[in-house]
T-cell receptor
């Protein structure tokens, strides 16, 4: 079974802080994704990566950056956290095109 | 037009009922299709892939109609544990991303005793 592990289930940070969310997958997948999920808005793609050191913006990249230095790890960075970034953050990985994505448990991030 | 549309529900059904969800997608070039299940405050989990010929997994049947661009999920003999939100997911299968998944907003199912 694919295992996608996110570093924290719950996280509370303050406005203006730099926040790091980590994600690790154990299936040697090329593709990794970061989403946020908010009530009524569904899943929205922030950034994705299809190879080491490669990244592409998703639908809502503003206020975020990412890092993929190793194939198994994809990090999401909130450069200067704001209250509107309070959300559930979900990491996913996928192997080949046309295969489904597998999600981590999610991180509930609150920015105070 | 939204890329993937689902009836948000909620669908409130008694145990043992048969319930069907439909989902429409706008991009005719879409190449693969999935149903995910998401429990409250949990991550989405793959329920089943949807194949052109239709496929069944126990009480669950998925069908794809490419001509009309819709996907369906049928749940027979509903159980209390089926209560969840069901997400319709479409893979465009092209582009620099090597195919992003487009998620519907989900249909909420509540099975009552």
């Amino acid at each position: 079974d694919v295992k996608v592990t996110q570093s924290s289930r719950y996280l509370v940070k303050r406005t203006g802080e730099k926040v790091f969310l980590e994600c690790v997958q154990d299936m040697d997948h090329e593709n990794m994704f970061w989403y946020r999920q908010d009530p009524g808005l569904g899943l929205r793609l922030i950034y994705f990566s299809y190879d080491v050191k490669m990244k592409e913006k998703g639908d809502i990249p503003e206020g975020y950056s990412v890092s993929r230095e190793k194939k198994e790890r994809f990090s999401l960075i909130l450069e200067s956290a704001s209250t509107n970034q309070t959300s559930m953050y979900l990491c996913a990985s996928r192997g080949q095109t046309n295969q489904p994505q597998h999600f981590g448990d999610g991180t509930r991030l609150s920015i105070l | 037009r939204k890329e993937v549309e689902q009836d948000p529900g909620p669908f409130n059904v008694p145990e043992g009922a048969t319930v069907a969800f439909n989902c429409t997608y706008s991009n005719s070039a879409s190449q693969s299709f999935f149903w995910y299940r998401q429990d409250c405050r949990k991550e989405p989990k793959l329920l089943m892939s949807v194949y052109s010929s239709g496929n069944e997994d126990g009480r669950f049947t998925a069908q794809l109609n490419r001509a009309s661009q819709y996907i369906s999920l049928l749940i027979r003999d509903s159980k209390l544990s089926d209560s969840a939100t069901y997400l319709c997911v479409v893979n465009l299968g092209y582009g620099g991303s090597q195919g992003n998944l487009i998620f519907g907003k989900g249909t909420k199912l509540s099975v009552k005793p």
